[in-house]
């Protein structure tokens, strides 16, 4: 395929899929959340995917036909047109600007000047220092934006129960972490689970410890890779490796794969590879469904 042919697949696939965005944003019931004290789930989001978050929220609302609490957490891109359109959809939900969030996480992060500095410069590090600092619960969850539910996720909800102890991840294709966990073992003496994936997951509040993170982010062995998206991945299976607490994956349902259909899945992460697909496969299926039953 020519650089012109790939170049207008891509823009149609573009095109493709802000429709059916817009289509399902026109169609979804909205629902408000009426509990305060039901778990949050936090999402990062950013504008570029601002509606896949969206998206992501409503169909689990419509899936449980209730109302739940979600968290949003902007990157730093989200302008105030988009909050606007994020609680017309979702109204009730809360979210935290990132000029709001700097002022709070840097004055805690003041005994951590490790953790500051990888946060101002990797975005994804906000997973694992905003989500529990402004979690108001022992058991959090977190979803990203671009994972849609085809079915109600009863096994997350309860894994978010604080009578649970063990922390749970989605299934990973492979070990997706900066380098190889033997590599990590003789450096840093940590045994890490396998195929930890950070898109999907439910963890104790205490098992986030800065101290330990403060300390990993100090090794030299880690600073070639301050940069790398996967760091956070990595350093989430740290913890999960070094915390006292079991460490479990949701069932198959929910496991990361290039090749499951929506019918035969809980949901699907549609990670950068597929990313197109999370409209032009799910969106798609899910619209054909509920036409189907209407």
């Not at 490790?114 to 990797?122: D, E, G, H, Y």
């Not at 949701?250 to 259909?261: L, Q, R």
């Amino acid at each position: 395929m020519s650089k012109i042919s790939l170049r207008l697949l891509n823009e149609m696939r573009l095109i493709g899929r802000k429709q059916l965005r817009q289509k399902m944003l026109r169609d979804m019931l909205i629902f408000r959340n009426e509990d305060p004290n039901q778990p949050g789930i936090h999402i990062l989001i950013c504008k570029r995917d601002h509606e896949m978050a969206i998206i992501s929220a409503m169909m689990i609302n419509y899936l449980g036909n209730k109302g739940h609490k979600f968290i949003f957490h902007d990157d730093g891109s989200i302008d105030d047109q988009i909050e606007t359109k994020i609680n017309t959809y979702l109204p009730g939900i809360k979210l935290i600007r990132r000029k709001i969030a700097d002022k709070i996480i840097e004055q805690a992060l003041l005994p951590f000047p490790a953790m500051m500095k990888f946060r101002r410069k990797q975005v994804l590090a906000m997973k694992l220092i905003d989500v529990p600092l402004f979690s108001g619960h022992e058991r959090i969850g977190y979803m990203d934006s671009d994972i849609l539910f085809f079915q109600y996720p009863a096994e997350f909800f309860r894994s978010l129960n604080e009578k649970t102890e063990s922390n749970i991840f989605n299934k990973d294709i492979a070990n997706a972490y900066v380098t190889n966990p033997d590599n990590i073992y003789a450096a840093l003496g940590i045994k890490i689970p396998s195929k930890i994936n950070s898109g999907l997951w439910a963890m104790n509040r205490k098992d986030f410890d800065f101290e330990r993170i403060e300390s990993w982010l100090k090794q030299s062995f880690l600073f070639p890779y301050l940069s790398d998206y996967r760091l956070e991945q990595t350093i989430c299976a740290m913890l999960a490796g070094t915390s006292d607490a079991k460490t479990e994956h949701f069932p198959t349902g929910y496991d990361v794969s290039f090749e499951k259909y929506p019918e035969a899945s809980i949901c699907k992460h549609y990670v950068g590879r597929i990313r197109y697909g999370y409209e032009l496969e799910g969106l798609d299926y899910i619209i054909k469904q509920k036409n189907r039953t209407h």
